[in-house]
């Protein structure tokens, strides 16, 4: 699934995926205490995250989040045994769901997630547009959506794939199109560090 010649922070992968992913976790620790908090999830909560890298955010969902159940998404297998060595995540057993896969082809039923993030993976996404959809049937009536980025708006590679970020208004372009996908609100939810968090909610 992953191509060799693809910049590492898109495809982490192999030894250097490995430690990659080992700074990827440190210098974003603001983000995922802020994701949690915006996540604001209730016991037995069904979450999903897209493009989880080393599963950080998920091994903290598993541990102070009573009974919930976890799946997530990511297209290296690096990535995806990493975080399957978490003993709070191994821990869950049929309360685990991770797969190979990216974020604008969703394996999971409509209506499958109190809640879905997506930390510092949205510029890698070639078709922002079937993403947005995607996350919106996947989420239960009322669920959430959290999108936490840097905004690449004055500096992007010009290698990033989503036109969103290359589009020199990141954050307001991403805002608007989870609007035009349908989400009911659309809100700005304050930042950590350098990163920015939306937080949009499906309509109940
Ligand atoms: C910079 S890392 C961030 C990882 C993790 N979310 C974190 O904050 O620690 C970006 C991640 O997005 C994943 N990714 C790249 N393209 C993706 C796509 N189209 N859909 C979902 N995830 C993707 C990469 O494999 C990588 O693990």
Redesign the pocket.
Known sequence: M?GRSEPL????QGFWGRVF?RL??AM?AP??RLAFRLIDAQAGASIL??????G??LELLARKVKKARLAG????ET?LETALKRGALRRLKDRLDLRL????ALPWDSGSFDAIA????FQ???DPQS?ANEILRTLKPGGRFVL?LRDHSKRAPKWL?NPISKSGNEFGNACRLLQEAGFESVRSAGGAGSSLAIVATKAA
């Not at 922070?9 to 982490?12: D, G, H, T």
């Open positions: 992953a922070p898109m495809r982490p992913g990827m976790e974003n983000s995922y995250e897209i493009g989880f890298g080393t950080k955010l998404v990511e297209p290296t990535m896969g990216t974020a604008d997506a930390l510092h993976c890698f996404w070639a993403a936490i794939p």
